[in-house]
């Protein structure tokens, strides 16, 4: 069983539509965990962290289930500039984070 | 905010050559890694380095080496490229407090041919 498992889509939105990715991870011992985006050819960026209380960034929330070992992300009102690759990630320690093949996105108008 | 600047966007070379790929970043941070990224794969680890003239093999070191004389500094080096080395190499860094996870570099898109 890989590390990080997410769906890799593509999830085929219209405008305005609400979304929502899910990601399991298979360590118990996972840390902290992030959701990073990817745009065509370019380098991932950090959307948003993931707290165990679940946090929100305008549209985006985040939510995590330590009992289920998954971390989710909802993206609200979804916008055309929202269409991009959604990578998951979790950190162990001192150790190099573990990517997720990720998710892509692609919202239509 | 952090800064990690890979020297090359695109590189295109022969299979045989000796092909080094250089990032730096300029916040000081302890930790740097090098990632390749090829569809359907996703991003693998090849190399990392957690301090000065320290290096730790990732997923995928075979046919790849590193370099880390300065702390600014972590080098790619493909020692025989070949054409299964064509890819984009994403170069990244991050602090000792891993929370905020890495910064990434804008990427070398690399042709062997």
């Known amino acids: 069983r890989k590390e990080v498992e997410q769906d890799p889509g593509p999830f085929n939105v219209p405008e305005g539509a609400t979304v929502a990715f899910n990601c399991t991870y298979s360590?118990?011992?996972?840390?902290?965990f992030f959701w990073y985006r990817q745009d065509c050819r370019k380098e991932p960026k950090l959307l948003m962290s993931?707290?165990?209380s679940g946090n929100e960034d305008g549209r985006f929330t985040a939510q995590l289930n330590r009992a289920s070992q998954y971390i989710s992300l909802l993206i609200r009102d979804s916008k055309l500039s929202d269409s991009a690759t959604y990578l998951c990630?979790?950190?162990?320690?001192?150790?190099?984070?573990?990517f997720g093949k990720g998710t892509r996105l692609s919202v239509i108008a | 905010d952090v800064k990690v600047t890979q020297s090359s966007r695109y590189l295109v070379k022969r299979t045989g050559e000796k092909v080094f790929l250089e990032c730096v970043q300029d916040?000081?941070?302890?930790?740097m890694f090098w990632y390749r990224q090829d569809p359907g794969l996703g991003l693998r680890l090849i190399y990392f380095?957690?301090?000065?003239?320290?290096?730790e093999k990732g997923d995928i070191p075979e046919g790849y080496s590193v370099s880390r004389e300065k702390k600014e500094r972590f080098s790619l080096i493909l020692e025989s490229a070949s054409t299964n080395q064509t890819s984009m190499y994403l170069c990244?860094?991050?602090?000792?407090?891993?929370?905020?996870?890495?910064?990434f570099g804008s990427g070398t898109r690399l042709t062997v041919v």
């Open positions: 916040m000081d941070h302890e930790n």
């Open positions: 993931v707290y165990s």
């Open positions: 990244a860094s991050m602090g000792s407090v891993s929370n905020y996870g890495y910064t």
């Open positions: 380095s957690y301090d000065v003239k320290m290096k």
């Open positions: 360590n118990s011992a996972s840390q902290s």
């Open positions: 990630v979790v950190i162990r320690g001192n150790t190099p984070l573990v």
